[in-house]
């Protein structure tokens, strides 16, 4: 699987070498994690966290994940202040928030 520009939707679409290839990069990445070595490399990427039912550890994991790699987080946790809240699909705010956005 190419990963770049896909869209990451269900455990279903990866292979075993895929898995492989994702424990890998964790692997590598973990002195990043562990803050024992200091990376840049999403300098400038912006993630777009939308959490609309209650989450405390995988919305802030998530966030300081791509703040440690150097990345923008912003927060959508409240469907009251989206267009969801009148009735726009939830297709529809994901395609827009695709366009300010390159992680949702």
């Known amino acids: 699987m190419e990963f770049l520009g896909s869209n ?10 895929d898995i492989d290839l994702i424990f890998k990069t964790a692997d590598q990445l973990f002195p990043f994690a562990s803050r024992q ?4 490399v999403l300098q400038g990427a912006i993630l777009s966290n939308m959490f609309f039912e209650p989450s405390t ?9 791509f ?6 987080v912003r927060e959508t946790t409240e469907v009251e202040a989206t267009s969801l809240a009148k009735g726009e699909s939830l297709y529809d705010t994901s395609r827009v ?8």
């Open 37 to 40: 070595k200091i990376t840049r």
């Open 97 to 104: 928030l695709s366009g300010y956005s390159d992680v949702i």
């Open 57 to 65: 550890r995988t919305r802030i994991s998530f966030g300081s994940a």
């Open 8 to 17: 990451i939707l269900s455990i279903d679409q990866f292979d075993r070498k």
């Open 67 to 72: 703040n440690m790699l150097g990345g923008e």
